[in-house]
């Protein structure tokens, strides 16, 4: 996990370093199909895999449970949030 977390902020700091750089212009390109790539290997990987597809029916409803709850979080606070924003956004206007 380190390691993945320090590549993370080495990545962030080499954007932020180099944004007009062609390389990372290039790169803005590739990100889409590298991902699209990154989750067919992931669904091999998972299709593979004998005892995570013996225990589908448990980890599914957990993983249905874990989803439902993010995205009415989600959900929840954009109404919140945008609410909050919409109403100082009015009191700017009005000034």
């Not at 990100?31 to 091999?44: N, Y």
């Not at 589908?56 to 993983?63: E, I, K, Y």
């Amino acid at each position: 996990m380190p390691v993945l977390i320090l590549v993370l902020i080495s990545g962030f700091l080499i954007g932020r370093l180099f944004t007009d750089n062609p390389v990372i212009v290039f790169s803005k390109k590739l990100i889409s199909p590298i991902v699209l790539a990154l989750l067919f290997f992931m669904g091999v990987l998972i299709g593979a895999n004998e005892n995570l597809l013996s225990n589908f029916a448990q980890l599914g409803l957990n993983a249905l449970i874990i989803v439902t709850g993010a995205l009415v979080g989600t959900i929840s606070l954009t109404i919140v949030f945008g609410r909050l924003l919409s109403k100082k956004q009015i009191q700017k206007e009005k000034r």
